[in-house]
């Protein structure tokens, strides 16, 4: 059996953007969207500023997994790469910015759903920040062990993969 290997994606060029934009602005929320140079050029970084960025062509700030499918799927079609981003609080520019790429932010999908005292479980969206986990979690008598020194501003969903202490919704 056969395999397709993965082709890198190129950005959206500079005729591109206009219609990947257009594309986002119709299948989004109008507040999701941001063109703004000003501001698209504050997420082109996490704090790693020594590493290779560039300004996004364009930041959604998802407020639902619908949200970010939308993204991912106009993405895909357009072969325009997508960057998610937490806290931007990164020390080696994994939330930084490529050529012609949707920076994702998931800070606005803060919301702790359930946390299950019995199955020791919190079900979360992924831009919950770790520090307000943990003082969550104490309120039922549970701890949230994770604790990198960024945990008052650092997000869950960035640290989700290798620490499986929670679902992500
Ligand atoms: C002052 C300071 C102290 C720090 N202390 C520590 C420490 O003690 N230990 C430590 O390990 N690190 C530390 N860090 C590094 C950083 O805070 C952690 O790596 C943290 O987990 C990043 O969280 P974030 O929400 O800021 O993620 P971001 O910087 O936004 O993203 C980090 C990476 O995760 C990806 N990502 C983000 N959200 C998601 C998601 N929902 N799904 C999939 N991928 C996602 C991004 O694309 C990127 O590759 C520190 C940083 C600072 C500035």
Excluded: F
């Excluded at 504050?42 to 930041?59: K, L, Q």
């Excluded at 997994?65 to 937490?86: F, H, K, N, S, Y």
Aim: net charge negative; with cysteine; aromatic share 2%.
């Amino acid at each position: 059996m056969g395999h397709q290997a993965c082709q890198p994606t190129e950005g959206a060029t500079v005729d591109g953007v206009s219609t990947l934009v257009e594309a986002l602005r119709q299948r989004l929320p109008a507040d999701r969207l941001i063109i703004d140079p000003d501001v698209t050029a504050t997420y082109a970084h996490d704090e790693a500023e020594w590493a290779p960025h560039v300004p996004p062509a364009a930041v959604v700030r998802a407020r639902s997994a619908e949200d970010v499918q939308q993204v991912v799927l106009i993405c895909l079609d357009a072969g325009v790469p997508v960057v998610t981003r937490g806290a931007g609080t990164g020390l080696s520019g994994g939330a930084n910015a490529v050529d012609g790429c949707v920076v994702v932010s998931l800070e606005a999908m803060d919301a702790i759903l359930r946390i299950d005292e019995l199955e020791r479980c919190a079900v979360v969206q992924p831009g919950v920040v770790n520090d307000h986990l943990r003082a969550a979690a104490a309120e039922k008598g549970l701890w949230y062990p994770p604790d990198p020194a960024s945990s008052p501003w650092s997000t869950i969903g960035a640290m989700s993969p290798p620490m499986p202490a929670a679902c992500v919704a």
